[in-house]
């Protein structure tokens, strides 16, 4: 037996499976998980790969330790989506955050977590009992409870399905503009964005949006595993913040397996071909 996602043009990534662990469906989508052969288990949301297990840091690293350890002292944090608790587990590493609110609108994506993936070490467990001091965890719309947060973030960290279909709105100008207004004067935003090579132009109109709002935007990408393509971030800055230097001293609080703070400036390089694309969108 195996999985495939397929994504556009007919461009694919597979994985050979030990057997189907479930199937279900909630009121926003259609959710798998998988034993796979050689990755530990593999969680499908509306047919594209969310994580595997074995190498699910290669993403969630990336996404969450730069900008975390670019900001010179992250203590308010949001997560929207990220419903496996991956992202709110790495964040929970820095000891400068006093709260971390993650805002999940799919309660069976926690639930499956919770129960049969595990990733999060019990962590989602105990934001739901409210058994964990620095964390909340709130099931909703994170787009709504953005909006009309009167609370001020110092990072907000989108870890959503790609920029198709729903979660389209994730990558409007709108959007991005409640993500300026819920930061504080020096604030930073990341959110996955897709593969520049296969949403390419997905990519280039968040890549827009963002730099219509944000003070400095930047973009890159990072290789993970089980998703078919060099993964792309950007990043948007409000006020005055260098999201090319990162603080090394708390970097080595974090134990980290990807992401290589030392060299961050790494993240950085690109092919000609997607600076030229990202130099030649806008504005
Ligand atoms: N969320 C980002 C999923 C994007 C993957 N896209 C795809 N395979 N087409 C991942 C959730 C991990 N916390």
Not at 139 to 163: H, L, Q, R
Not at 181 to 188: K, T
């Amino acid at each position: 037996m195996h999985f495939i996602e397929w994504y556009p043009r007919g461009y694919g990534v597979g994985f050979k499976i030990k057997k189907k662990i479930l199937e279900t469906k909630s009121e926003f989508q259609k959710l798998e998980l998988y034993e796979t052969e050689g990755f530990g288990k593999l969680l499908v949301l509306d047919g594209t790969v969310q994580l595997v297990e074995i190498g699910e840091e290669s993403y969630h690293e990336p996404l969450v330790h730069p900008v975390m350890l670019a900001h010179p002292e992250p203590k308010k944090v949001l997560v929207i989506g990220g419903g496996d608790g991956g992202t709110i587990r790495e964040v929970l590493k820095h000891k400068s955050v006093e709260k971390a609110v993650m805002v999940e609108i799919d309660g069976v994506v926690v639930d499956i977590s919770m129960n049969h993936l595990g990733i999060d070490g019990g962590l989602l467990k105990r934001l739901l009992e409210g058994k964990e001091p620095r964390g909340e965890l709130i099931i909703g719309d994170g787009v709504a409870y953005m909006k009309n947060s009167k609370e001020k973030f110092d990072v907000i960290i989108v870890d959503s399905t790609d920029p198709v279909g729903a979660a389209k709105l994730l990558f409007s100008e709108e959007f991005y503009r409640n993500a300026y207004n819920a930061l504080g004067e020096r604030g930073i935003y990341i959110t996955q964005a897709g593969s520049v090579y296969l949403f390419t132009d997905e990519l280039l109109d968040a890549y827009k949006n963002m730099r219509k709002v944000f003070d400095k935007v930047y973009y890159f990408s990072f290789p993970v595993i089980g998703y078919a393509s060099p993964w792309s971030f950007l990043v948007g800055i409000k006020g005055d913040m260098d999201f090319k230097k990162v603080d090394l001293e708390r970097a080595k609080e974090l134990d980290l397996k990807y992401y290589d703070p030392e060299r961050h400036e790494t993240l950085f390089q690109m092919p000609k071909y997607v600076r030229e694309l990202l130099e030649g969108s806008c504005c």
